[in-house]
């Protein structure tokens, strides 16, 4: 056995578990002791051995070409984010005898930590482990868990008053989810990973499940749906850039359509949170 965590056996058994039969054609008769597909039946689907297919389950073999990744992609029926980081995970070379890495520290860079400061809109910077390491006054107004310390994930997952933002907060847990494991990719020995994937694992059954799915989806912008118990509803378009010179750092700007309702609730709520003007 390969040392070494075996990520990309770990995806495509998740993966695997979750295609039905019926999605890919092959008749289903009697019952079936496993969920999703077969391994032999991803193999012959893929047009490999059963054998060969074995290996890279259990980790024994961790060099699959590019077309055999491929064809196991197809066959599991892995949209782009997905196949990408499939991909990634068999490009992944098992490092010998390492030490566990220091946690890094992630620092804003000074003129964008001006930029979120200075701006009109509810905007934060994430880490790529997804903890706020910056915010402006508007941002904390929209959720106080936008404040520089918090992390995003565990906000979602563990703090009620931030669920009840969201009326489909479990629709949006699990792209936050796949959304994570995306931006991780094979960085899984880093502390604080470990420490927050644990976390969270035993903390919410929630996560836990949607964690095992393995699901992978690149963080773009949206439509987000936000029930503020101050000024109500508000439609905000979410904007994610990524930050030049700080690997896995991503400006979030929230902003509304101008002219809405939610455009004038935003309004309200900035000038809610201005100083008094002293004469």
């Known amino acids: 056995m390969t040392d070494g965590p075996n990520l990309l056996g770990d995806y495509v058994r998740a993966r695997r578990e979750l295609v039905t039969p019926e999605q890919v054609g092959i008749p289903v008769m009697g019952v079936r002791r496993v969920p999703g597909l077969r391994r032999e039946e991803v193999a012959m689907l893929a047009g490999i051995s059963a054998d060969y297919y074995l290996r890279l389950e259990q980790g024994r073999d961790r060099n699959p070409s590019v077309q055999v990744l491929e064809s196991i992609a197809r066959v599991l029926r892995l949209d782009e984010d997905a196949t990408a980081h499939l991909l990634l995970l068999g490009a992944d070379r098992p490092r010998r005898h390492r030490t566990r890495p220091r946690p890094r520290k992630e620092t804003v860079p000074a003129g964008i930590a001006k930029l979120v400061a200075t701006l009109q809109l509810p905007a934060l910077v994430e880490g790529r482990y997804f903890d706020v390491l910056a915010a402006n006054t508007l941002a904390t107004a929209l959720s106080p868990r936008f404040t520089a310390g918090a992390n995003r994930l565990r906000s979602l997952f ?120 002293r004469t």
């Open 158 to 277: 563990l703090d009620p008053a931030e669920q009840a933002l969201y009326p489909y907060w479990e629709g949006a847990a699990g792209g936050m989810v796949a959304g994570f494991r995306e931006s991780v990719g094979t960085d899984t020995d880093d502390p604080r990973f470990i420490e927050l994937v644990g976390e969270l694992s035993l903390a919410s059954p929630l996560f836990s499940r949607l964690w095992a799915r393995h699901d992978v989806q690149a963080c773009e912008a949206a439509s987000k749906h936000i029930e503020h118990p101050q000024v109500g509803g508000l439609q905000l378009n979410r904007e994610r850039l990524s930050i030049d010179g700080a690997a896995g750092q991503t400006l979030v700007v929230y902003h509304p359509d101008p002219g809405t309702d939610s455009a004038d609730r935003l309004a309200l709520l900035a000038s809610a949170i201005q100083p008094p003007v």
